[in-house]
């Protein structure tokens, strides 16, 4: 029985397509599928697992959890004022009248509310993201073979990233509904406790799930940036900052160049998906409005109220996610190959059109 699961999970489809688990690039085997990142190359010396085994991504999806449940509620008050922003401007201006105002009338508790809806809603976000990101590469890229993944991968990422977060979303969309009520609407409800049933009580299922539209209006074009531009940002890096291999980095430097990638990601992610963001964040004050009626009533305009402060937030939120889920696979000695590099086959035609 363990041989048949065995080789159930070394033939899995959801290889990998980029580079070895080992510094040393791509390699071709006889079948001209990328050997390296499979299943099939098995665990590296000191790795706890193969690169693309169950346990692997059952691991990428735990570091998802505790990289994004504890990194958004962190930062509850901050997105507290920023969503305040967006649905009562005149009332509370910028992020600095935002805290001051809400510090004035409610106290600094105020500042707390709805941090159990965020944590276990973008825990479960976390583990799709996360999680699904690494089985869709790995999916996609089987699906191209070698040498397209590498020219292609760009629009791997933005694939793989986009599918995942789809998933993603619908975990997070009930407790996004509930955290933008408590902290919005006045007297509506100050724990989670009170606030789902509440929901449910007065529009059933839909009440959670009437925002899932711009939702995923505004979180797929922020993971897609999210992730592709922090892949191709490390890849960068590496290749015109860094001034010696990643090979020869120790995991302390490799850790400062995920945060340093993951920034730069953050602050793209947080412009993108702005708009969105901020029609998410009124669409769940009103009840009975739509997302059509929402964006007319903000304007173009309206719908960028709030920008600063989320490019801080979302920023600072990004770089810690990536900081930590890297963490997470340092620590559980998950299998972290280099950026990828041209394979041989690919090298030797461009080689041969050039001459």
Not at 29 to 41: F, I, K, M, W, Y
Not at 173 to 188: D, H, L, Y
Not at 251 to 268: D, H, M, N, P, S
Not at 276 to 284: F, M, Q, R, W, Y
């Amino acid at each position: 029985m363990s041989r048949s699961i065995s080789d159930v999970v070394r033939n899995s489809p959801f290889a990998s397509p980029f580079g070895h688990a080992k510094c040393e690039g791509l390699k071709i085997n006889d079948n001209r599928t990328v050997a390296a990142l499979s299943a099939d190359a098995g665990a590296k010396d000191g790795d706890s697992c193969a690169y693309g085994s169950t346990k692997f991504y059952a691991l990428c999806g735990l570091g998802g959890i505790i990289s994004c449940g504890t990194t958004h509620t962190a930062i509850v008050p901050l997105d507290l004022v920023k969503c305040r922003i967006q649905v009562d401007h005149a009332k509370y201006g910028n992020i600095i009248k935002g805290f001051r105002v809400t510090l004035k009338e409610s106290g600094v508790r105020e500042l707390g509310k709805g941090w159990a809806p965020t944590f276990f809603g973008y825990s479960a976000q976390g583990l799709f993201k996360f999680g699904l990101y690494e089985v869709f590469k790995h999916f996609y890229a089987d699906l191209l073979g070698e040498e397209n993944a590498y020219m292609w991968r760009t629009s791997l990422y933005l694939a793989a990233s986009a599918s995942a977060e789809f998933f993603a979303d619908i975990a997070l969309c009930p407790m996004e509904a509930v955290k933008v009520r408590i902290q919005t609407q006045p007297g509506f409800a100050r724990t989670l406790r009170e606030g789902a049933p509440k929901i449910f009580r007065d529009e059933g299922l839909w009440g959670f799930y009437k925002g899932i539209v711009p939702l995923w209006g505004r979180q797929i074009p922020y993971t897609m940036m999210k992730f592709a531009c922090f892949e191709r940002t490390v890849e960068a890096l590496y290749k015109f900052v860094v001034p010696k291999p990643r090979a020869q980095c120790s995991k302390a430097e490799q850790l400062v160049v995920t945060f340093c990638a993951g920034y730069i990601a953050g602050v793209f992610c947080a412009i993108v998906s702005h708009p969105a963001d901020t029609i998410v964040s009124k669409l769940n004050q009103q009840k009975g409005s739509s997302f059509i009626q929402v964006g007319k009533q903000l304007g173009l305009l309206g719908m960028w109220r709030g920008l600063f402060p989320r490019i801080i937030m979302i920023g600072t939120l990004t770089a810690l996610q990536w900081f930590i889920y890297d963490s997470v696979k340092v620590y559980f000695r998950l299998p972290r190959p280099p950026p990828p590099e041209m394979p041989e086959s690919l090298k030797k035609k461009l080689a041969a059109a050039s001459q």
